[in-house]
Every structure is written in structure tokens, then in C-alpha cells.
């Protein structure tokens, strides 16, 4: 242990003099020897140079990927595709703590089923807020298809804030979409269901009982919460809805779901009946469905909805009669439908038709107008004649699934499923103008900020089902295969194949970097999941544990590189509650907390409380340590958890000593001073330059003197414990004192490191 100090102040005396090691002298290779010796040609390298991201440069466009069954969302940036987080949303995650501390614990409760604890989800489709139908960067949603439920994150920290549970669908899929000022996000059900819950009907009374639908949720932008008391349900038919759209621009107030299986077919390959994919895809057309979202809420508002469930829902009679829902005949088995950017048309894409069909907004509202309708349903809603509302179809090839927009006018891009392809074709003129392979059987494809009223371009992104040959094997389960696709030229050119551990990724959406403003640190305090100030939070000097009955509760306190307090006692059986809160106001300083057996984790970011509970129910010596390398000492922030058997007494009341020295005491003081010297030399370089023009260096500074500040008061402490020759006690607190300025000269070297590095100026004293 003293052994280590002593190096660790040489290394800092190193630094802070500036003793640079010469490089070892090698012989450099070209870049073409490079080439040569692993194989590269032309392509491949400028492939490589359009998407290698230098160490400190940063992505231009952050994706949010859905993370399929593993109910996560997934962050990357793009040209890199360098993973940058995972998300916790439906899954318990404990790097993050989520699920394993109280604070996020009441988030993943708030997806609780009929009071079952579901800790999984099926995340498809996420959609980031717009304003004005832009992406504004401020809130990601998603839903889980499994169990139908939706999801709130807040992009000021990334965290997930909500989840609610859809209170009349037992699956559902066409979700998450925003309309585009977020006044509402809407989510349609997939496989059809009874409404009401826990109400049996048998299959033979599918036509009947089963039914579809849209639920619009609306968003408390200020709040940043959904509001479940005025959102609301469209009743629709069992059609198995599925990818929905909200319309812009002139579209505005309708929104767009497609629907396969309109057949109501009923399988039963058990039974001897053919199977749900024969019976399901009988027909040549589907029904893509319109409705008037504005008008709805509007009816919704005047009472017209019946409560299920305690929830408003718009009865398919009401919609029909009021002249908000219709029907149009789509090709076979659609999946897709991708309002473009002007808002004028709906691509619909059918995975069992090779060609895609652009129905035309402006058609369907002049039909609707003149009472033109071809038909009706069997549940009485007007059908529109497929010839009525379209524009055009194209074919593209087979197996087209989804659709994504360019910046430039009219050209859009669709995944081709079954051709393992990318189509890139313009839908003013109705012509293809280019393909692309990929590997393979691509699902979503994604443009930057590709469904928004504006598109940036530049790069697509391929999210495909299958990765065969691509990636180094690691057994029968396979990567994910994300591909970057350049397509800022009138060619498409692959860049890059990124395997992606988590899945099943469907849907993503990119947004450009610089939208996005995550906070680095929460105000002194923060129950991040709520954000409102946490009733556990204290200031330093105010830790304090107390104990009413079987229940103990500590308000506690993490810093470098100590937990407060370091011992917490307990009775057997007592029900023990941890609030921590990180006074660190460093960026980056997050410390972790657990207790060893207890299965709690938190992970504590600057300024956050958490707290974390648990019943201390076996007698025991239980470490608690911090989880995060958050200093050179983190693996000495530390404490114990003594759960004391029924009726133990004390039998001694001294804790062990070390043995400390006059000697040792002069050393310490003497590498307190050596160390103020470096901290003056650095702190008289930075002031010796432009510092102030680099906030990064002085949020670095602000750190530095945040932890020298407190060795205030430390000297007169170790002072007057070596006038009483204490010197165990004089000798601690004078080391307490390097502790801090260990710290200080750490942010202090790596600011001076990086004014170096950044072309820092000097300046005038
Ligand atoms: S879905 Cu999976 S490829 Cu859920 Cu949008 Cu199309
Ligand atoms: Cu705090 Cu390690």
C-alpha cells in the first residue's frame, strides 16, 4: 500500500515535469504494403476512409436501434457504427442499475400486466419526438410488440422515464409513430383480441369478438410524460394491423395502418385446417386503413367514446357514422406504408407483390368527398377503390418491406426482402434507378432522419434479418448485420458491415449529433426517473442512518473516493433502505453501489440519489463496495454490512490500529507540499494561457478546485493530532489531504494535456 503511493507520486511528479518518453524507432510501412498484406483494395479503402471516425472526433448522425427481444434500445454512430450505449427500457440492465435499484424499479413495475412482473420486451420501432414534423431531439419512444406497451426516454440523459401499458391490446406492432408536433404517439394492435380483458371467447366467434385497433397516446410535452387519461383507442376490425404512418403537411391529422390477414382466417394445423400462412394470404388485397386522428379526439373529447377497460375507445359504429375511418384495398400482404416527405403520398410496399403502390392522399380526400366508395366491409366501413387512391405502382422486385427518403426530391429507397436488395427508385416518375446488394434479407432500411418532412441524405443503413457468411463464426445464433450504405451519389456503394450482439434489431432511426444536448450532471439531488428531487438525497456532513422498528434507512453520500458512512449495522430481518446520492459535480464521476449477496445495484452518475432496499434476512458480514474505476483509490471505497444475530452484545470496542510513526507523519506532510508545488506549476500554466476558450478545460478546472476545496479545515485537524502526538490519527488526515489534491492534480494534468493538444495560446498577464 505505501509502496504504491510512493509510485503513484512519482508517476504524478513525472507528468507534471514532463519527462516525455522517446518513441521507439520502427521501420513505418506504406499504405501500400498495408494493402497488400491484408488484401485491400481501392474500394475497400475509401470505404474505410468515408467511415473511419479519428480517436476524438465524433459521428455526424446518432442512431436509436430497436433492440428486438432483447427489449433494449441500441445507440451507434454513424459513419463509425461504433456501439455507443444500450438502452434500458423493458429489461433489467445493471450496469445501469435498472431493475436492481428502487428508482428505475418503479419504472419496469409501471409495465406490469394484471400485476405480473414482465422483464422482457419485443422493442420494433422507435420514433424520436418532432416538432413541426422535424426531428427536435429531445424524447425517444418504442414499443414492445409482445405485450403491448410503450415506452418514454428522455434524451436529456437517456434514460427511460415511462412505461404504459395498452389498456385494450394483447399484442401490438404499428408503433411507436408521432404525429408531427408529438402531440400524440400512436401504436396499432397486431394480432386481434377481445377488448376487454380477461373476457374468453373461442375462436369460432373471431368475426364477433376479436377485434383490431389504433391507440393514440397522448404526450405532455412539458411533463414529458404520456398522459393515459386523454389518450384513446379506434376500434378496428380483426385484421391484424400493422405498420402505421402519420400523415404531414397537407396529411396532417390522418394517420395510416396497413393490415394483412384481412381474410380473418383462423388456423389450426393441429386441428387438420391449413395454416395461418396459407389462409392468411388468400386473398390479392389487404385493406389499408385512414382514419381522421384529429377529428377523432375531437369525438373523444365530446363524450362519443365508450369506456373499456376505464379507457376511451372510438366504437368502429361511431367512426363509421362520423365519417372518420375508411378502407383501401392494398396488394397482398402489405408490411410497409411510408408517408413521403411532402406529405402528399403513402407508399405501401406488399411482401408477396413485386411492385410497390403509391396511393395519393389528394385522391383519397377527393373519394371520400364524393361519397365515392366501391364497397363496404363486412363491420360496415366505406371501402375506396384501390384505382380511386392510387397514384401509381412500380416493381421494384420481391419481397419489398419498407420504405425511406433521400434529401433530394423523389427519390426513395425500399427494401427488397427476398432479393436481399436495396431499390432506389423516384416515385414522381415511377422508375428504379439503382439496386444494391446486401446481406441479406434485409428488414427496415433507414435513411437519416429518412421519415421526417426533412430528410438529410448521405447515408442508409440496411437492418438485415440474416448475417450467413459475413462475421467470424460464434455458434448457430448469428450476429445481427447492420450495413452502411454511402448514397450521396447517384450509385450506392456498401461501406461497411457491423455485427450487432443484440436483437433483433427492427426499426431505427438517425438523427443528426449535434441535436442532440444530453446532460453530463444532475442538480445535487435527482431521482433521474422522476426528476424531481429525491426525498433520500443529503449534502455532505449530513449522512445519517436511523432505525424505527425493523427498518432501517440511510441517507449516505459517494465521493472519490469514499462511501458515507463506511459501517452500517443492522439487526437480522430488518428491512434495510440505502439512499445514495453522488456529490461529484466531474463529468464522468459515476460511482456504482453494491452490497455482496443482496442482488442490489445502482449505478450513481453525478448529482444522482438512488436508493436501493433490501431485507437483510441472514446474519452476516456483507462488503459493500463501488462498482465504477472511478479513481486511483476506488477499489478502497469500501464499507461493511454487519447484519448482527438477535441479542449480540459487544465483547470489544476498539477497532484494529495501524501503527503510525512521527516519521510517517513528516513523509506525509512533506508529499502534501511536493504535491501543491506540481498543482501550482499546473495551475500556473493554464492560467497562462487562453484556458477559457475551451470549456472542456474549464469544466476540468471547476472539478480541480471543487475536490482542493475540500481539504479545507484537514490541516488544523492533522496539526492538532501531532500536537498531541497522535500520530495515527495526524498522519491519516494529513494523507486525506493528498487524497484530494491527488485528484486536483489529476484533472489539472489532463486539462494542461488537452490545452497542449488543442493549440492553447498564451496570453497576455
Ligand atoms: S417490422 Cu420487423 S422487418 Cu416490426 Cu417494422 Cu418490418
Ligand atoms: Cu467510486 Cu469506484
Known amino acids: 500500500m505505501k509502496a504504491r503511493i510512493k509510485q503513484s507520486v512519482t508517476l504524478l511528479l513525472a507528468a507534471g515535469i514532463g519527462f516525455a518518453a522517446a518513441g521507439a524507432a520502427y521501420s513505418a510501412e506504406s499504405l501500400q504494403d498495408v494493402m497488400k498484406r491484408r488484401n485491400i483494395s481501392q474500394q475497400d479503402l475509401l470505404a474505410a476512409a468515408k467511415t473511419y471516425v479519428p480517436t476524438g472526433k465524433r459521428d455526424e448522425f446518432v442512431v436509436f436501434s430497436s433492440g428486438g427481444q432483447s427489449g433494449q434500445v441500441i445507440v451507434y454512430g454513424i459513419p463509425s457504427m461504433r456501439i455507443l450505449k444500450y438502452l434500458a427500457v423493458f429489461t433489467p440492465e445493471p450496469w445501469q442499475g435498472y431493475g436492481f435499484d428502487e428508482n428505475s424499479k418503479a419504472v419496469l413495475r409501471q409495465g406490469n400486466i394484471d400485476g405480473k412482473e414482465i422483464n ?34 428522455d434524451l436529456r440523459d437517456f434514460e427511460t422515464k415511462q412505461i404504459v401499458v395498452n389498456p385494450i391490446f394483447k399484442s401490438e406492432h404499428g408503433g411507436a409513430f408521432v404525429t408531427p408536433n408529438t402531440d400524440y404517439i400512436f401504436e396499432a394492435a397486431q394480432y386481434a383480441a377481445p377488448l376487454e380483458n380477461k373476457k374468453f371467447y373461442p375462436l369460432e366467434e373471431f ?92 369525438l373523444v373529447a365530446a363524450g362519443k367514446a365508450k369506456k373499456i377497460n376505464g379507457h376511451d375507445v372510438l366504437m368502429m359504429e361511431t367512426a363509421i357514422k362520423e ?37 395519393s392522399f389528394e385522391k383519397i380526400q377527393a373519394a371520400i368527398k364524393a361519397g365515392k366508395f366501391e364497397s363496404h366491409d363486412p363491420y360496415g366501413i ?28 423523389c427519390l426513395a429507397y425500399t427494401s427488397l426482402y427476398v432479393d436481399s436488395q436495396v431499390a432506389k427508385w423516384n416515385y414522381c416518375e415511377g422508375k428504379v434507378v439503382d439496386k444494391l446488394s446486401v446481406h441479406y434479407n434485409i428488414g427496415h432500411l433507414m435513411s437519416m432522419e429518412g421519415d421526417s418532412v426533412d430528410p438529410k441524405g448521405r447515408y442508409l443503413v440496411a437492418l438485415n434479418k440474416l448475417a450467413i457468411d459475413r462475421f467470424v463464426p460464434v455458434g448457430p445464433l448469428h450476429p445481427q448485420n447492420h450495413q452502411l450504405i454511402d448514397i450521396s451519389n447517384d450509385k ?15 426499426y431505427a432511426v438517425a438523427i443528426e449529433a449535434t441535436k442532440l444536448k444530453p446532460g453530463v450532471r444532475y442538480k445535487v439531488g435527482t431521482d433521474s426517473r422522476t426528476d424531481k428531487p429525491h426525498p433520500g438525497a443529503v449534502r455532505a456532513g449530513e449522512e445519517v442512518t436511523t432505525k424505527k422498528g425493523n427498518k432501517v434507512e440511510v441517507k449516505g453520500t459517494l465521493i472519490r473516493s469514499h462511501i458515507t458512512p463506511e459501517t452500517i449495522e443492522v439487526d437480522v430481518g430488518d428491512e434495510v433502505t440505502i439512499h445514495l446520492t453522488n456529490l461529484e459535480r466531474a463529468q464522468d464521476e459515476t460511482h456504482g453501489f453494491t452490497v455482496s449477496t443482496y ?45 448482527k444475530p438477535k441479542g449480540w452484545k459487544p465483547t470489544k470496542t476498539t477497532l ?80 486525506q489531504i493528498w487524497q484530494y489534491q491527488v485528484k486536483t492534480a489529476d484533472l489539472g494534468l489532463r486539462a494542461k494535456t488537452y490545452l497542449e493538444q488543442n493549440g492553447a495560446k498564451k496570453v497576455a498577464k
Open 207 to 298: 368475426n364477433e369478438k376479436y377485434r383490431g385497433g389504433m391507440t393514440y397516446w397522448k404526450f405532455d410535452r412539458k411533463e414529458g410524460r404520456i398522459d393515459a387519461k386523454k389518450s384513446f383507442s379506434v376500434e378496428l376490425p380483426p385484421y391484424s394491423q400493422d405498420l402505421s404512418d402519420a400523415g404531414k403537411g397537407p396529411s396532417d391529422g390522418w394517420s395510416f395502418t396497413n393490415s394483412f390477414c384481412s381474410e380473418r382466417y383462423v388456423g389450426g394445423i393441429e386441428k387438420g385446417r391449413p395454416p395461418y400462412e396459407a389462409g392468411c394470404s388468400a386473398k390479392d388485397t389487404d385493406y389499408l386503413h385512414v382514419i381522421n386522428w384529429k377529428k377523432a379526439a375531437e
Open 656 to 735: 484494529a490500529a495501524g501503527s503510525y510513526t512521527e516519521a510517517d507523519y513528516k513523509a506525509t506532510v512533506k508529499k502534501v507540499a511536493d504535491t501543491q508545488a506540481i498543482i501550482d506549476s499546473v495551475v500556473a500554466y493554464i492560467t497562462s494561457v487562453n484556458y477559457k476558450d475551451f470549456p472542456d478545460v474549464v469544466a476540468m478546472v471547476e472539478d480541480a478546485f471543487d475536490q482542493l476545496g475540500k481539504t479545507k479545515g484537514l490541516k488544523e485537524k492533522h496539526e492538532g493530532f501531532a500536537a498531541k502526538k497522535d500520530w495515527e490519527n495526524a498522519n491519516l488526515w494529513a494523507e
Open 120 to 153: 422482457w420486451g419485443d422493442t420494433h420501432h422507435p420514433a424520436i419526438s418532432e416538432t413541426d414534423g422535424k426531428y427536435d431531439g429531445q424524447y425517444l419512444f418504442i414499443n414492445d410488440k409482445a405485450n403491448p406497451r410503450l415506452a418514454v426516454i
Open 492 to 506: 450506392m456503394q456498401l461501406l461497411y458491415d457491423m455485427p450487432l450482439p443484440l436483437g433483433e434489431p427492427h
Open 323 to 359: 365519417g372518420i375511418l375508411f378502407l383501401v384495398p392494398e396488394p397482398k400482404s402489405p408490411h410497409g406504408v411510408d408517408v413521403t416527405p411532402d406529405g402528399k403520398f403513402m407508399i405501401v410496399a406488399g411482401k408477396l407483390d413485386t411492385h410497390v403502390s403509391v396511393y
Open 382 to 409: 366505406p371501402v375506396i377503390g384501390m384505382k380511386d387512391a392510387l397514384d401509381k405502382q412500380v416493381q421494384l422486385g420481391l419481397g419489398p418491406l419498407h420504405t425511406q427518403y433521400d434529401s433530394k426530391p
Open 599 to 643: 442482488n442490489v445495484h445502482a449505478s450513481i452518475e453525478p448529482g444522482k440519489t438512488v436508493t436501493v432496499k433490501f431485507k437483510a434476512d441472514k446474519e452476516g458480514v456483507y462488503p459493500y463496495y463501488c462498482t465504477e474505476f472511478c479513481s486511483a483509490l476506488h477499489l478502497e471505497m469500501q464499507g461493511y454490512l454487519l447484519v
